[in-house]
Nanobody, 127 residues
Framework: QGQLVESGGGLVQPGGSLRLSCAASGFTLDGYAIAWFRQVPGKEREGVSCMDENDSSTYYADSVKGRFTISRDNSKNTVYLQMNSLKPEDTGIYFC????????????????????WGRGTQVTVSS
């Protein structure tokens, strides 16, 4: 049975950087659309970034455009989220998700039925 495991979260000062990783096991990420979501207490989980199964189209929430970059390394069966110029409002639990739907685009919404979800990694941006 497949699973996703996030890592790389932690405490960072405003303006700093983190790289989150999402390692897949039990299945191959190649051919899957991938996505990163984040959630803070009291708010709905929101889509931060996603990429289609061909790595040909990406989505970034307006709040992270120009600061975050999604990527994957199929040889490592891992997805990444590079986060630069972090702000306190980036604080939250970050989740990765994978979808085998082969839509040709990605869906940055929790309402979409992703095949796999990770359990999340905490990111705290604070001085």
């Amino acid at each position: 049975q497949g699973q996703l495991v996030e890592s790389g979260g932690g405490l960072v000062q405003p303006g700093g950087s983190l790289r989150l990783s999402c390692a897949a096991s039990g299945f191959t990420l190649d051919g899957y659309a991938i996505a990163w979501f984040r959630q803070v207490p009291g708010k709905e989980r929101e889509g931060v970034s996603c990429m289609d199964e061909n790595d040909s189209s990406t989505y970034y929430a307006d709040s992270v455009k120009g600061r975050f970059t999604i990527s994957r390394d199929n040889s490592k069966n891992t997805v990444y989220l590079q986060m630069n110029s972090l702000k306190p409002e980036d604080t939250g639990i970050y989740f990765c998700a994978a979808d085998s739907g082969r839509l040709g685009y990605c869906v940055p919404s929790v309402l979409y039925e992703y095949d796999y979800w990770g359990r999340g990694t905490q990111v705290t941006v604070s001085s």
